[in-house]
Nanobody, 126 residues
Framework: QVHLVESGGGSVQVGGSLRLSCAAS????????VGWFRQAPGKEREFVSV????????YYADSVKGRFTISRDNAKNTVALQMNSLKPEDTAIYYC???????????????????WGQGTQVTVSS
């Protein structure tokens, strides 16, 4: 069974930066899309970004475009989310997820992803 583990969350002030990392067991990223989602208190889980491991293509939510960058590290088998110019509205639990059913996909829908990490808290204060 594949396990995903996020790391790198924390507390920063407005305008600061954080780098999240998602690691997978057993080389699980080798052929699938990996997405980042977030969920704030009282809100639904929302799409942040996705990278397709096969093609290298990426996609971002409009709310983070130009501030966040998703990347893959083949050697380390990890996916990172570099978050710059953070805003209070970025405060949420961030999850990485694996879509093992559509190897060439770039889905923005949580239901498409079948494996999830436990999440890491990001708090942005003014």
């Amino acid at each position: 069974q594949v396990h995903l583990v996020e790391s790198g969350g924390g507390s920063v002030q407005v305008g600061g930066s954080l780098r999240l990392s998602c690691a997978a067991s057993e080389g699980a990223f080798s052929s699938y899309p990996v997405g980042w989602f977030r969920q704030a208190p009282g809100k639904e889980r929302e799409f942040v970004s996705v990278v397709n491991w096969n093609s290298g293509h990426t996609y971002y939510a409009d709310s983070v475009k130009g501030r966040f960058t998703i990347s893959r590290d083949n050697a380390k088998n990890t996916v990172a989310l570099q978050m710059n110019s953070l805003k209070p509205e970025d405060t949420a639990i961030y999850y990485c997820a694996l879509d093992s059913r559509t190897p060439w996909g770039l889905s923005v829908f949580p239901y498409q992803y079948d494996t999830w990490g436990q999440g890491t808290q990001v708090t942005v204060s003014s």
